[in-house]
């Protein structure tokens, strides 16, 4: 009912502006001639779009005062800082051309408003001004797709061979990390072997590599100060995204196919906290392609401590195997291993 | 056969007649009509019908965002379930704004743009009577409704419309244990695809040949107006992308219901692992971007044809550089086809490949640099008047360098891998092809408003319209490349935590200010619209606004069949806006013929 008075309503302010407003034509045809636009109201646009100008430039500064203090913290990656680097020089390219082209645009309108008696150019072509704009573009752009595409093959280059390895499982809707353990491989995994209470990976049991696979099920990364990482990114179900904000870097979690991303943290989480001035400070990573509804709280956290640290850390986890032992061998033993690796060659993750 | 037996039928009831006035049924003139300029007001009006509801889908969502605390009751009582107590559900938010994307890209942004135009304004002014086929025009426009029927009644259903994005990437659209929007309303949203595009076929292969085909005596492809141009290369690229998203779609409805695996592997949803091997994911994004990039350009380049063809006449001087306007829609139309990947930086696909999209990529800014530039000489030294088409005009080229500048960021996959998915792809994208395609339709709609319905829409009304939406685009915008590259993700429900962008919560707020303002702003131009059909001034001279193209040679509302005697012949091109020494006029128009010494342009 609200909802039908509601429109009611809308409708009769729209016919009491449009009456209006016809007045208003009305009156300036009665006045003027029927041209389309009268002198007068020529000039008054003008102005009106040249002031809308104006504060339009006013409303980008203030924009950049208010929003430019609550940007992200400094990159706390090589990579990031590689990226903050090429997005400058963007800036500034692009800015300078913003600049120019929306004054030029305004201050053309602006001047070259219809004033009786003054003539339009008739200015049709002029091929080397057509070459100035082509080629100029053209070779501010290679510039640019230069410095990006040398970062672009760095980063996205083989990780270097000391670099540490953590898998990231994307499902609905969190992450699940694996560190490989003691032995330092990942065990093998299929999916056909996933069960939420006790083998959240769907790792084969047969694999002796797999027995000492730490699992970290609540998305908490721990990562090493200045030892370049490689995520190795899988997904459960849908397509989902490992973002690191912070670092500048992500990559998408995609079924059926493995894909990784590298980057060497810089700065550890509680160092962190103290540029940033912020005691709780978290480096979160959000996933960032839609997975469905709780898309949007789908969460994870880096932990950048140093190598002690982190140590310490992985020393405290038990393997994934270890906490569920008991359930793993009342269930799985009486029932013959032999199904769970029928075809484990095809569909096992080629994780190495 | 059956077309000369109702011919015959029609002569016999109607005998006494003169052909000039050959009366119609109510039915066969404007419900199932096939001439030209009605299809083309009826695929505005439902475009504008579809605006309405994309629009108002924003204005839910975007509550949502500015006020995550803020119960709406008057959203109950219009989405009922999906707003319990005045709150939108995650899993309804979604749907929300996978219907947004689609409607406006597709719905109003595609059928109500090329619709629209291409229809009324391709014959009127090469010069011929109908299209080149009136009854296909005819099908083109009865599909598209039976494909907005289809997609329409995915809202009402229990689980809702699709809710997997605009995209809606598998496996989350392929699977319905995925989420509540990839049930039956995604089976909907498929098949209203199929038909939208078989729609668009029809329509494209009939703007291309009527283009190439029936241009009037004279009307040789270097005279036409830019107009036209557009319209034929979006209609070109329109008919060799499109069918690529057939593949896609079918080939997901096969993989929904008949049990293949081309986009699934390796799934455990649900409780279950899936017995589908050997599918991918980024096979579909391929398939997907290969129409969904083109269309971004199916998108603005009517809009680019219209500001151009506008900004001539209203600074009564050719427009510049004529011929490479021209080269520019080549470069642009076949660029547009070979760089749909950078879409994908980070999906998983060879970077190797995503270095050569980026070259690509960043190739398509030359066309687009070279017209905004001749847009701005053509405004230069101008003798310009601030009609309201005009002005929109001018607003198209201002967002659509603010948007296509930002491209340059996000075509180079060294900042996408950072970009990619956040708030400031939407406001890239909102910008170029969002606003700027608003804009250019916009403006297309008051400059032939007069020759389309014999009356003017409002001015003083158009005025409002112009600079508060204009203002409004830059307020909700402006802002977001901010939060962009701070990483704010799409396509969240609710950001509130999130340590990283709750600083960004007042600017969400003030956005959703603004966009409820841009909202009724809509509104009031639809009002205008419509009430401008029956009341608005009535035109009474022949070229009101002193153009040199052939539309403007018919009677004020053209009858079927465009002009009363003979079509006009055509002796110069398109921009003669110069002055004319024997009729005193600053104008000629293109059917004068060339007067003795003077060369052709």
């Known amino acids: 009912m609200s909802l039908l008075l509601l429109s009611a309503l809308l409708i009769l302010i729209f016919i009491v502006i449009y009456q209006i407003t016809r007045a208003v034509e009305y009156v300036n045809l009665i006045r003027g001639d029927e041209v389309e636009v009268n002198k007068k109201n020529n000039k008054i646009l003008a102005w009106i779009l040249f002031i809308v100008f104006i504060a339009g430039m006013y409303g980008v500064y203030e924009t950049h005062r208010l929003l430019a203090p609550i940007y992200l913290p400094q990159a706390a990656s090589i990579q990031g800082v590689q990226y903050e680097k090429i997005l400058l020089a963007t800036i500034i390219v692009t800015g300078t051309v913003f600049f120019i082209t929306q004054t030029l645009l305004f201050w053309f309108s602006f001047r070259y408003q219809a004033i009786d008696g003054k003539k339009p150019l008739f200015y049709a072509h002029n091929n080397k001004l057509e070459v100035i704009w082509t080629t100029v573009p053209a070779i501010t752009l290679m510039i640019l797709i230069g410095f990006g595409l040398k970062s672009w093959v760095n980063m996205t280059g083989k990780p270097p061979a000391d670099a540490m390895k953590v898998q990231v499982v994307g499902k609905q809707f969190n992450f699940i990390i694996r560190y490989a353990g003691k032995d330092g491989v990942f065990g093998k995994t299929n999916f056909r072997n996933i069960n939420d209470a006790n083998n959240v990976l769907g790792l084969d049991w047969n694999d002796p590599a797999s027995k000492d696979d730490i699992i970290i099920e609540n998305g908490e990364v721990h990562v090493i100060k200045d030892i370049p990482v490689q995520f190795i990114i899988n997904s459960r179900d849908v397509i989902h995204n490992l973002f690191l904000p912070h670092f500048r870097m992500k990559m998408d979690a995609v079924p059926g196919i493995t894909t990784s991303l590298w980057v060497t943290p810089t700065i550890t989480t509680k160092e962190m906290a103290k540029i940033t001035e912020n005691p709780d400070f978290v480096y979160e990573i959000p996933c960032s392609e839609l997975c469905g509804s709780g898309h949007y709280s789908m969460r994870g956290t880096v932990v950048v401590e140093t190598k002690g640290e982190f140590n310490r850390w992985i020393a405290q986890q038990k393997p994934y195997y270890a906490l569920h032992k008991d359930d793993i061998e009342g269930k799985a033993a009486p029932v013959a291993p032999a199904p769970t690796t029928t075809d484990s060659t095809a569909s096992t993750i080629a994780v190495k | 056969m059956s077309n000369e037996a109702t011919l015959v039928l029609d002569n016999a009831a109607h005998g006494d007649h003169g052909h000039h006035e050959h009366k119609q049924h109510f039915i066969t003139k404007y419900i199932f009509s096939t001439d030209h300029k009605i299809i083309g007001k009826q695929f505005l009006i439902m475009g504008i019908l579809w605006a309405i509801i994309g629009a108002l889908f924003s204005v839910f969502f975007r509550l949502q965002l500015g006020f995550p605390d803020t119960k ?375 400059h032939w408003f007069p020759k389309m319905f014999g009356r003017y829409m409002n001015n003083v009304l158009g005025y409002i319209h112009f600079f508060v939406t204009f203002i409004c685009s830059y307020a909700i915008f402006w802002p977001m490349h901010y939060s962009g590259l701070a990483g704010m993700p799409r396509r969240y429900y609710d950001f509130t935590a999130w340590a990283t962008f709750a600083p960004y919560q007042k600017m969400n707020a003030f956005i959703s200010i603004f966009v409820v303002i841009a909202f009724f702003v809509q509104l009031l131009f639809i009002f205008n619209f419509f009430v401008s059909i029956f009341r608005g001034r009535k035109v009474t001279s022949l070229n009101p606004y002193g153009c040199t193209t052939l539309e403007w040679t018919t009677p004020i509302v053209p009858g079927h069949g465009n002009w009363e005697g003979p079509i006009p012949e055509v002796h110069r091109w398109a921009y003669e806006y110069r002055e004319d020494t024997e009729t005193g006029l600053d104008y000629v128009p293109q059917t004068v013929p060339l007067r003795p010494g003077e060369d052709e342009h």
């Open chain 2, 72 to 446: 709406f009751p008057i959203m109950e009582q219009l989405l009922g379930e999906w707003a319990k107590g005045g709150k939108l559900s995650p899993d309804f938010y979604y749907a929300l704004v996978t219907m947004h994307g689609t409607i406006l890209v597709f719905f109003v942004l595609t059928a109500g743009m090329s619709g629209t135009f291409s229809n009324f304004l391709i014959p009127l002014q090469v010069g011929a009577r109908d299209m080149a086929s009136p009854f296909m025009n005819m099908l083109s426009f009865w599909i598209f409704f039976a494909s907005s029927v289809v997609m329409f009644s995915s809202i009402f259903i229990s689980t809702g419309p699709a809710s997997g994005g605009w995209t809606v990437y598998p496996p989350l659209s392929a699977l319905k244990e995925a989420t509540l929007g990839s049930g039956l309303g995604m089976d909907l949203w498929l098949i209203a695809m199929i038909l939208f595009i078989i729609s668009q076929i029809l329509g494209g292969l009939n703007y291309v040949s009527t283009i190439l085909n029936m241009r009037t005596n004279g009307m040789k492809m270097s005279r036409l107006p830019l107009t036209i141009w557009s319209f034929l290369f979006t209609a070109i690229l329109g008919l060799l992308a499109f069918p690529v998203l057939v593949s896609a779609v079918v080939l997901l409805l096969f993989d929904r219901h008949m049990g293949t695996s081309f986009f699934l592997s390796e799934i455990y949803i649900a409780g279950k692992a899936l017995p589908n091997m050997g599918g991918s994911p980024v096979l579909y994004q391929h398939l997907f971007w290969f129409l969904g990039h083109p269309e971004v350009y199916i998108v603005v380049m009517p809009s680019m044809g219209i500001a151009s063809e506008i900004i001539s006449i209203y600074s009564r001087k050719p427009i510049f550089g004529y011929s490479a306007m021209v080269i520019s829609f080549v470069g642009i139309t076949s660029l547009s086809l070979l760089v749909w990947a950078h879409h994908m930086f980070v999906s998983g696909m060879s970077p190797f490949l995503g270095s050569v999209f980026v070259l690509l990529t960043l190739m398509i800014a030359i066309p687009s640099s070279i017209k905004t530039f001749n847009w701005l000489t053509t405004l230069w030294r101008g003798s310009i008047h601030f009609s309201v088409p005009m002005l929109f005009a001018i607003g198209f080229v201002s967002v659509f360098i603010s948007g296509g500048l930002t491209g340059i960021w996000l075509g180079n996959s060294a900042l996408d891998i950072h970009q990619h998915d956040t708030y400031f792809v939407i406001a890239h994208f909102h910008l170029v092809m969002g606003v700027a395609a608003f804009f250019g339709m916009f403006a297309g709609i008051y």
